[in-house]
């Protein structure tokens, strides 16, 4: 009887340590699946209230354009964005010229953009410079860090003009290190189309950019 006492002893001992066991295994793998996981949605910084911060931070209607994303939709210029790119937003060319462009923003737009006495219902600005008209506004986008489109009335920080929404450019910031980055394209009637930019190295703390 004692020894088959000891015997039952031991291997209830076993079972309970073989569940342990298994218990801390599954914990270890839940622990690992955890690790390797992806941490989340990757941050946007956006500068839609004049002041760099985190888009899911904005309390604004904002599209950011990134500079992958331009070239995957084919976007050179505004020219080239189509209906239904972006939410809201329409651009066309206004009398067939590929320079003035017509931004309409949730139906809020000009009628003859080219006016020189009437401001812009949605202004395009580049690096926070404004461009007063709608002559230039099909400029091409040599090295864009993204787009940002700022669905409905913005008058607090950008102008009592901007009624309909604002497009901002944010230019890439150079590396401060020697780099070349090079594109061509070629299209139908002889379309031709070339990029070239040039980082150079940092001197005296101060970069710069050729484009």
Do not use: C, H
């Not at 809020?108 to 949605?122: I, K, L």
């Not at 040599?142 to 230019?171: T, Y």
Request: glycine share 12%.
């Amino acid at each position: 009887m004692i020894q088959s006492t000891a015997r039952g002893s031991l291997t209830l001992a076993a079972v309970i340590a073989s569940v342990l066991g298994s218990a801390q295994v599954r914990a270890d793998e839940d622990q690992a699946g955890k690790s390797a996981a992806p941490a989340g949605i990757e941050e946007v910084i956006v500068t839609a209230q004049r002041k760099e911060e985190s888009l899911q931070d904005v309390a604004l209607s904002v599209s950011a354009v990134s500079a992958d994303s331009l070239v995957t939709r084919g976007i050179n210029n505004l020219s080239d964005v189509r209906p239904g790119m972006i939410p809201g937003v329409i651009v066309t060319q206004f009398s067939g010229g590929q320079s003035v462009l017509a931004i309409n923003i949730r139906g809020v737009a000009m009628s003859d953009p080219t006016q020189g006495t009437v401001e812009m219902t949605v202004p395009v600005y580049i690096d926070g410079v404004f461009l007063g008209r709608g002559q230039g506004a099909g400029l091409d986008l040599i090295e864009p860090e993204r787009v940002e489109i700022l669905r409905g009335p913005q008058g607090q920080l950008f102008g009592r003009n901007a009624e309909g929404g604002v497009v901002q450019f944010v230019s890439r910031k150079p590396s401060g290190e020697w780099g070349v980055r090079a594109s061509a394209s070629l299209g139908n009637y002889n379309e031709q189309y070339y990029r070239l930019s040039v980082d150079l190295p940092e001197v005296g703390g101060f970069s710069s950019q050729l484009s």
